[in-house]
């Protein structure tokens, strides 16, 4: 169901690459690069529609960085071509107190929490029964142990208020060289994580340009094959690179390996029964079930992050 015409799909996307920035009257196109498939796959795209001395890719570290995130852009960033520039965000994200706030909070519940210390937050899984979807922390030492904790809401919140600042201010500098050169920003996110909310607002949600918020993850690393992004950029395990605790996406937000997210989510989509489903992904059709209330679960508490500003009255676009 989620297999691609690849070459059709790339031939499509460029095509609407190129009307866009015409549309939008700029001059080429800024991308984050971290490293991952969705970054890499959308720089690939812009080149193929652009040319790579029209696109300028961005390493953006802080101090919670994976030294892979550099690594494996700068692999891709050679493969194509661009030209690339580093931002150093540690120093930007300590003076607007981002670590200082996470700390109090990570705080509230493990008071040693300090240097050496390392932490996460994580879901619990989604198929192994009826479960509070509730988000807990967990901390590791510089002994290597592990503790898993509740956070009271006030805390959660504060936590993933201040590790926002992340996403925010990285989208701050892509704009700046947008700004400077005139062009646009591309943003990143496939299908699953547009229609789940798992982005920030006017952070990594925020874009001039998503050439693949309308493909399925699974339907990305189709195209990576295509376009010949580099091998160990494949066959990577999907990541937030948000923690100082290395964590997977599934971990933090899906609570489901992607492939089966997608099944589930183009089932949902096109009312395909559960147990059909089930039988097709080796699952129950109460599991399935419970992955279709997560996903409109999902949808009702992000749809704020979809919503624009609101007007008392209508404003006539120019």
Request: contains cysteine; proline residues 5%; charged residues 25%.
């Amino acid at each position: 169901m989620l297999e691609l015409d690849a070459e059709r799909a790339v031939t499509t996307i460029v095509a609407a690459l190129r009307e866009q920035l015409g549309r939008l009257r700029r001059r080429g196109v800024v991308v984050g690069l971290s490293g991952g498939i969705d970054s890499s796959v959308s720089c690939a795209l812009a080149v193929r529609a652009l040319g790579p001395e029209r696109v300028l890719g961005l390493f953006m570290p802080e101090r919670d960085s994976s030294p892979d995130a550099l690594r494996l852009g700068t692999l891709l960033a050679r493969a194509l071509g661009i030209e690339t520039r580093t931002e150093d965000l540690g120093p930007a994200l300590e003076s607007v107190g981002c670590y200082g706030r996470q700390l109090e909070a990570v705080r509230t519940v493990e008071p040693d929490f300090g240097d050496g210390w390392k932490f996460k937050l994580v879901l619990p899984p989604l198929l192994e029964g009826e479960r509070l979807n509730v988000t807990r922390l967990v901390v590791a030492d510089p002994r290597g142990g592990t503790r898993t904790h509740a956070l009271s809401a006030a805390a959660y919140r504060q936590l993933v208020a201040a590790t926002n600042y992340k996403q925010r201010l990285r989208k701050v500098t892509e704009y700046y060289h947008a700004d400077r050169l005139h062009y646009v920003v591309l943003g990143t996110p496939n299908r699953l994580e547009h229609d789940q909310g798992f982005f920030v607002k006017l952070g990594d949600g925020a874009a001039d340009m998503k050439p693949i918020a309308h493909l399925y993850k699974t339907q990305v690393f189709q195209l990576a094959a295509h376009l010949d992004v580099p091998a160990e950029i494949r066959s990577r395990t999907p990541t937030t690179d948000t923690f100082s605790l290395a964590q997977t996406q599934e971990e933090f937000y899906f609570a489901l390996p992607y492939a089966q997210m997608d099944a589930c989510l183009y089932a949902h989509n096109h009312r395909i029964p559960a147990a059909e489903v089930g039988t097709a992904l080796g699952l129950t059709a109460v599991q399935v079930e419970r992955v279709f209330r997560d996903i409109e679960g999902k949808r009702r508490t992000t749809a704020y992050l979809h919503a624009g500003a609101l007007l008392v009255e209508p404003v006539p676009e120019v």
